[in-house]
């Protein structure tokens, strides 16, 4: 019998809010899947949509993006364009056919470390169901 | 056969030439045959007399302006070439002061491979009388009506005067019934996930990252490109299509804002790939924010 399918999903954390929100879920012992890979960038606004093109590329199933919620941004309006971009990437992912629920952007502040366990376990069940990326041709 | 546009654009540029305004004229001169014409830059008054300007003047003069930026460039412009020159002027690629843009009115340009592929054989003259085309093949005269003959991109077109300009050539086009721009993203669009999925890989299966598209996109105008910093490994690319995928979706994203829709990706695309689909949906996206 074949393995169960394991996505293995590229976290890209906000250091202010998301990423602090992942260590308060690791100091209160909250549990959540080992699927995620997480990246510290210093605001979601510093993310290209060619980081995330660049995770399907190299084996990613989903990508997930966590920052600040909105209004608390660390450098005032980050949040905001990377709410802009992640969202325009969606639609085009969408156009190509690409499931839009493989780039997920979420809210996660530094306290929230149950909310982060939640959305990390939440996509990995959705991704799961999903499948793997398959692009080949 | 000169034409009267023709006529006025050599003149002019020749004027513009002799009096030192500009260091050079920007324009179109013959190809290789009739049905093509290519960049061509008139350094001297003389030179002036081997532009062209017919209905096969598709490619957009605003990359090859970008090679002479600094300098002070006169330049030929059809309406959609001007939006492309506007936006380089507005991202400070190009300064208004420095250039002499003479605009010419565009009732739709003529497709050149719909034109070769309706000519049995090589075509020896392309002449323009009113509404039609007529094609001179072996001595043999054939007429065709230009509405048909229409580059997809004209059908569309909402800039047939120039919108910046600093002298203007021809007379006002009639207004022109405008089909709808996005009509193809919707269409396509109203495929479902998979089937649009299969769409993409057959249609990006025959990508061979030439680069033509980059290449050729006035607006794609950075020194370092972090799209190409895989250019060294040429296998890793051609046998991923992954990487044909993350390369078409980057390309037109970090496009989006700038994008003027001049279809030039599309044009020199090798394997004919709808490129401009990707760069409309952008639009799209942009525009319903």
């Not at chain 2, 005269?141 to 230009?146: E, G, I, M, Y």
């Not at chain 2, 479902?192 to 025959?206: I, M, T, V, Y």
Request: aromatic residues 6%.
């Amino acid at each position: 019998m074949s393995e169960p399918f394991e996505p293995k999903i590229l976290g890209m954390l906000c250091s202010w809010c998301a990423y602090a929100g992942a260590d308060t879920a690791g100091v209160s012992r909250a549990q959540y899947p080992p699927n995620i890979r997480i990246v510290r960038v210093m605001c979601s606004g510093r993310i290209d949509p060619l980081f995330i093109a660049r995770a399907f590329e190299n084996g990613a199933d989903g990508v997930l993006v966590a920052g600040c919620h909105s209004g608390d941004c660390h450098y005032i309006s980050g949040n905001e364009y990377a709410k802009d971009r992640i969202t325009s990437f969606g639609n085009l992912l969408d156009f190509f056919g690409i499931d839009q629920r493989r780039l997920k952007l979420a809210w996660v502040s530094a306290s929230e470390g149950a909310r982060f366990a939640a959305v990390v376990a939440e996509m990995t069940e959705e991704l799961r169901a999903l499948g793997p990326l398959r692009l080949k041709v | 056969m000169a034409t009267l546009i023709e006529d006025q654009l050599r003149a002019r540029a020749k004027a513009l030439l002799a009096e030192g305004t500009v260091d050079v004229v920007v324009g179109y001169r013959q190809g290789s045959n009739p049905l093509r014409v290519v960049p061509f830059v008139a350094r001297t008054p003389a030179e002036t007399e081997r532009l062209v300007w017919n209905v096969v003047c598709v490619p957009n003069l605003a990359g090859t302006l970008l090679k002479h930026a600094g300098r002070r460039v006169g330049v030929t412009l059809k309406g959609c070439d001007v939006r492309s020159v506007v936006q380089l002027i507005s991202q400070r690629q190009l300064e208004r002061g420095r250039l002499h843009i003479i605009g010419v009115t565009c009732r739709g340009m003529a497709d050149p491979e719909q034109l070769a592929a309706i000519a049995e054989g090589p075509v020896s003259d392309l002449i323009e009388d009113g509404n039609e085309l007529l094609l001179n093949v072996g001595a043999e005269l054939s007429r065709h009506p230009q509405d048909a003959l229409r580059l997809a991109k004209c059908t569309t077109c909402t800039c047939q005067t120039p919108e910046l300009y600093d002298d203007l050539l021809g007379e006002a086009p009639p207004a022109a019934i405008v089909a709808d721009r996005l009509a193809g993203v919707r269409a396509l669009e109203a495929l479902d996930a998979p089937g649009r999925l299969a769409f993409w890989s057959e249609q990006l299966s025959k990508c061979t990252l030439c680069y033509a598209c980059q290449a050729i996109c006035p607006l794609c105008y950075c020194k370092q490109c972090p799209l190409t910093l895989q250019r060294d490994d040429p296998r890793k690319q051609a046998r991923e299509q992954t990487t044909v995928f993350s390369y078409h979706m980057m390309r037109a994203s970090h496009l989006a804002g700038r994008c003027t829709g001049c279809d030039e990706c599309e044009r020199v695309c090798p394997e004919d790939i709808p490129l401009s689909l990707i760069c409309r949906k952008i639009e799209q996206d942009g525009s319903s924010r």
